[in-house]
């Protein structure tokens, strides 16, 4: 069921109105009810992977729990048994060494126990990701292996169904287990509960990626109806549906319109296919965010923000902390710090140490070294695909090359007069990191490596700005008038973004404007949603793309 539509709007009220009448502690029972019916709803046969996902991780919370509370219970016979050995002898004599040795035994012990758990639990997790998204994919690279080597095809190519939302309810699974093995939350009893979790149904297309610690108990509380909040919610989700049907899908038109066709186009229209592309992924997904955030805000639980106007960044690192933020966390909380813990880190660490001297080298390189897992990661979880790990390295070369290279950079910036806290400065980094991310678009929107390079040619050897024009004027189902749309919904977009970057909230700034004002603007944000949203002739409103990761 796609958020953007008008079954959405109707599912969402009827699950309002049944969830603010029913018994305030009935209420977590109608978003799982709700939440299950829009998932099924939405995938059919493939929603068993969900439940199956769920009774994965509620096991694993449990045998985790049973873990701990056996080692509180012997550590506190074995303290009780000291106690009475020093009561017997009449002395306040202190525990014995053997008896500390043996606790300490205990511990080493349970933690075995635990980490197998995780281990295990984890893992089939991952299976459930990997013989669905990945089948084919890691199918293929045994396949090519054995053809270098001489032997034929040894694995099929299988027409899988990716679960909608495992990439999502999987990894919360993995922190909530990981959390729970950290002693950051309890585990949960109820199992319907932590159902509930994984599969809310704001969340579970596109995320944003939330810990069971900040929205299990949210989950649990009692709502009140509140008017503010419930107009707050509704305006974000129209702004979101705004972003997507207007702004999105209009430019998802010249976009799948180009891209296939990239040879039978200049690289001016090239270059403005990428920016549109770049514009259409940032408008869907942020706007989906919109979505789902206003849609909890309604119901009265609050989701974590996902973007920060990344456009606004001066660099690729700050342009990745703004983006996708909840899952940066993710990667930093999950995949980062077990790394720089790991032996192997501290094993490079030391011998950096031992042989460079250079205190710069000395940070940059184990930073390279556990960042790599994670840029590595993060292009696995975007896709079952070579163009996708390319993608993210893409980045995470930028990264590396604009650290290591900062020393240098610092000294050209200071013979040249030039301070990076001017203004012009601050805009040529803006503008910079916004045409580096422009790049990285061409290659995650391609259909292959090979492509994307075809591509990257036509951009620099065959620029054809005099035919750009023409081009775009000839893309069917697209006129001057949409043009003109798209033009002005951008700059509004911008608009807003900019006064958000100024921490100016414009919901709350609306609210306080006089009658006759705020629903002039509500009245305008519906109608420009019904009059100029890209529906019809040769418009789809199209499924989100980050629905498909």
Same mark, same amino acid.
């Given at each position: 069921?796609?958020?953007?539509?008008?079954?959405?709007?109707?599912?969402?009220?009827?699950?309002?109105?049944?969830?603010?009448?029913?018994?305030?502690?009935?209420?977590?029972?109608v978003?799982?009810?709700?939440?299950?019916?829009?998932?099924?709803?939405?995938c059919?046969?493939?929603?068993?992977?969900?439940?199956? +996902?769920?009774?994965?991780?509620?096991?694993?919370?449990?045998?985790?729990?049973?873990?701990?509370?056996?080692?509180?219970?012997?550590?506190?016979?074995?303290?009780?048994?000291?106690?009475?050995?020093?009561?017997?002898?009449?002395?306040?004599?202190?525990?014995?060494?053997?008896?500390?040795?043996?606790?300490?035994?205990?511990? =080493?012990?349970?933690?075995?126990?635990? =980490? =197998?758990?995780?281990?295990?639990?984890?893992?089939?997790?991952?299976l459930?990701?990997?013989?669905?998204?990945?089948?084919?994919?890691?199918?293929?690279?045994?396949?090519?292996? +054995?053809?270098?080597?001489?032997?034929?095809?040894?694995?099929?190519?299988?027409?899988?169904?990716?679960?909608?939302?495992?990439?999502?309810?999987?990894?919360?699974?993995?922190?909530?287990?990981?959390d729970?093995?950290?002693?950051?939350?309890?585990?949960e009893r109820?199992?319907?509960?932590?159902?509930?979790?994984?599969?809310y149904?704001?969340?579970?297309?596109?995320?944003?990626?939330?810990?069971y610690?900040?929205l299990?108990?949210?989950? #649990?509380?009692?709502?009140?109806?509140?008017?503010?909040?419930?107009?707050?919610g509704?305006?974000?989700?129209?702004?979101?549906?705004?972003? #997507?049907?207007?702004?999105?899908?209009?430019?998802?038109?010249?976009?799948?319109?180009?891209?296939?066709?990239?040879?039978?186009?200049?690289?001016?229209?090239?270059?403005?296919?990428?920016?549109?592309?770049?514009?259409q992924?940032? $408008?869907?997904f942020?706007?989906?965010?919109?979505?789902?955030?206003?849609?909890?805000?309604m119901?009265?639980?609050?989701?974590?923000?996902?973007?920060?106007?990344p456009?606004?960044?001066?660099?690729?690192?700050?342009?990745?902390?703004?983006w996708?933020?909840?899952?940066?966390?993710?990667?930093?909380?999950?995949?980062?710090?077990p790394?720089?813990?790991?032996?192997?880190?501290?094993?490079?660490?030391?011998?950096?140490?031992?042989?460079?001297?250079?205190?710069?080298?000395?940070?940059?390189?184990?930073?390279?070294?556990? *960042?790599?897992?994670?840029?590595?990661?993060?292009?696995?979880?975007?896709?079952?695909?070579?163009?996708?790990?390319?993608?993210v390295?893409?980045?995470?070369?930028?990264?590396?090359?604009?650290? $290591?290279?900062?020393?240098?950079?610092? =000294?050209?910036?200071?013979? *040249?007069?030039?301070?990076?806290?001017?203004?012009?400065?601050?805009?040529?980094?803006?503008?910079?990191?916004?045409?580096?991310?422009?790049?990285?678009?061409?290659?995650?929107?391609?259909?292959?490596?090979?492509?994307?390079?075809?591509?990257?040619?036509?951009?620099?050897?065959?620029?054809?700005?005099?035919?750009?024009?023409?081009?775009?004027?000839?893309?069917?189902?697209?006129?001057?008038?949409?043009?003109?749309?798209?033009?002005?919904?951008?700059?509004?977009?911008?608009?807003?973004?900019?006064?958000?970057?100024?921490?100016?909230?414009?919901?709350?700034?609306?609210s306080?404007?006089?009658?006759?004002?705020?629903?002039?603007?509500?009245?305008?944000l519906?109608?420009?949603?019904?009059?100029?949203? +890209?529906?019809?002739?040769?418009?789809?409103?199209?499924?989100?793309?980050?629905?498909?990761?």
């Open positions: 069921m796609n958020y953007a539509t008008i079954s959405f709007l109707c599912f969402l009220l009827m699950t309002g109105i049944v969830y603010f009448i029913v018994p305030k502690k009935l209420q977590w029972l978003l799982l009810i709700a939440s299950l019916l829009f998932y099924i709803l939405s059919g046969i493939m929603a068993m992977f969900l439940p199956a +996902a769920a009774a994965v991780v509620y096991a694993a919370g449990l045998l985790l729990s049973r873990e701990d509370d056996r080692l509180t219970l012997r550590l506190k016979e074995a303290a009780d048994m000291t106690a009475m050995t020093a009561a017997g002898n009449g002395d306040d004599v202190p525990i014995r060494s053997d008896n500390k040795a043996a606790k300490k035994a205990l511990k =080493k012990q349970t933690e075995r126990k635990k =980490k =197998k758990i995780v281990a295990v639990s984890v893992a089939l997790l991952i459930m990701i990997l013989s669905t998204k990945y089948c084919n994919f890691f199918g293929s690279a045994a396949n090519s292996a +054995a053809g270098l080597l001489g032997f034929g095809k040894l694995l099929p190519t299988f027409h899988i169904i990716m679960p909608l939302g495992i990439s999502y309810y999987t990894l919360m699974g993995i922190s909530y287990i990981t729970v093995y950290r002693k950051s939350i309890p585990a109820n199992p319907l509960r932590l159902l509930l979790f994984l599969c149904f704001p969340h579970i297309t596109e995320g944003p990626f939330e810990r610690g900040q299990g108990p949210q989950l #649990k509380e009692a709502h009140s109806i509140s008017y503010d909040r419930i107009k707050s509704g305006i974000r989700l129209l702004w979101g549906i705004f972003k #997507k049907l207007v702004i999105a899908d209009r430019a998802g038109l010249i976009v799948s319109t180009i891209f296939p066709h990239h040879s039978d186009y200049s690289g001016g229209a090239l270059a403005i296919a990428a920016i549109l592309y770049t514009l992924i940032y $408008a869907e942020s706007g989906c965010m919109d979505i789902v955030c206003g849609t909890s805000q119901l009265g639980i609050n989701m974590p923000e996902n973007f920060r106007q456009f606004f960044s001066r660099s690729i690192s700050e342009f990745w902390r703004r996708h933020i909840t899952l940066g966390q993710w990667l930093k909380d999950y995949i980062f710090y790394v720089s813990l790991s032996r192997h880190f501290r094993a490079i660490n030391e011998k950096a140490r031992k042989h460079i001297s250079s205190r710069h080298l000395l940070t940059l390189i184990p930073s390279a070294y556990a *960042l790599f897992f994670v840029w590595f990661c993060n292009g696995l979880w975007h896709g079952a695909g070579i163009k996708f790990i390319i993608y390295l893409y980045y995470y070369v930028l990264m590396m090359l604009g650290q $290591a290279l900062k020393p240098l950079s610092d =000294k050209c910036l200071s013979s *040249l007069g030039v301070s990076r806290d001017s203004k012009p400065y601050h805009i040529f980094e803006v503008l910079r990191t916004c045409a580096a991310v422009c790049f990285g678009m061409i290659i995650f929107r391609s259909e292959s490596l090979s492509q994307a390079a075809s591509i990257f040619s036509r951009l620099f050897l065959h620029p054809g700005l005099s035919r750009t024009v023409g081009e775009l004027s000839a893309i069917k189902g697209i006129d001057g008038w949409d043009y003109m749309i798209l033009f002005l919904s951008v700059l509004l977009l911008l608009a807003v973004s900019m006064a958000k970057e100024r921490g100016i909230e414009l919901r709350s700034s609306l306080r404007k006089i009658l006759p004002i705020r629903w002039t603007a509500y009245m305008l519906i109608f420009s949603i019904v009059i100029l949203g +890209a529906y019809g002739g040769d418009f789809v409103n199209t499924t989100f793309i980050y629905g498909e990761f």
